[in-house]
């Protein structure tokens, strides 16, 4: 039953929010995404039914619950590299090491939602509108990342490039699922390695000859891919 005394935001409110999306990502892990019900997780949680509902309308609102804390919690672990470092590629580098870090301990759930996750029109999609909120946060660690480097990006680059960046972390993401090398290792050499290379490729769209190529592979993301039209537009009235 929920407490009308304590409405969300509240601390109690809070600690029952946090109780019950570590609760369901447990059973995610034991049980599978699919064979695990709001029942069961209401049950496990020791909450009713109707309690967890009140917190997550759906078990993808659970899922979108897990985007936001992995989200806020890059957002801290990032903080150390972005105030130490100011090469670029080690900027590049630290932000995509530091989301691997956070996410290990979530490995195996999230190789089990990724069937539901690849679907463009589910709303557990990286890309759909549900899932701006932390795609947004993303970018704007990637848009950070970018602003305190010493090698300083071209103004008419700097705009479309933590998109980009994000779709490469994306990319990262999705090796890592399949990733079964010890501790990950696989995936943080091409975390390094795309964080080289990147780094590399912004040196060299310095030279005006390869910006319009840099502009035309960002439009071309912006005009295929779910939910990115809608980010970049929310982005340019902010």
């Known amino acids: 039953m929920t407490d009308a005394k304590n409405p969300k935001g509240t601390p ?13 990502l447990r059973l995610f892990q034991e049980r599978g995404y699919d064979k695990t019900t709001m029942r069961a997780i209401a049950q496990e949680a020791g ?3 109707g309690n967890a509902y009140y917190y997550f309308s759906s078990k993808e609102h659970l899922v979108q619950g897990f985007y936001d804390r992995i989200a806020a919690d890059h957002q ?3 903080r150390p590299v972005l105030e130490r470092e100011t090469a670029l590629e080690a900027r590049l580098a630290g932000v995509l090491l530091a989301w691997l870090e956070i996410a290990a301990p979530y490995h195996e759930f999230a190789a089990q939602f990724f069937k539901n996750a690849a679907d463009p029109e589910s709303p557990l999609s990286p890309f759909s509108s549900e899932s701006r909120p932390a795609r947004d946060e993303a970018i704007t660690v990637h848009r950070e990342a970018l602003a305190g480097a010493k090698t300083k990006v071209p103004a008419e680059l700097a705009y479309g490039l933590p998109e980009l960046l994000w779709l490469a972390q994306m990319g990262l993401v999705l090796y890592w699922v399949f990733d079964r090398s010890d501790d990950h290792e696989r995936s943080r050499r091409l975390a390094k390695q795309g964080a080289r290379l990147i780094a590399r490729g912004i040196v060299l769209a310095r030279f005006r000859v390869l910006r319009p190529l840099i502009g035309d592979v960002h439009e071309l993301l912006v005009d295929l891919l779910p939910g990115m039209a809608q980010t970049v537009a929310g982005r340019k009235k902010s």
């Open 12 to 24: 109690k409110s809070e600690q029952t929010r946090t109780l019950i999306l570590e609760t369901a």
């Open 47 to 49: 909450v009713s039914v």
């Open 76 to 78: 801290a672990a990032v």
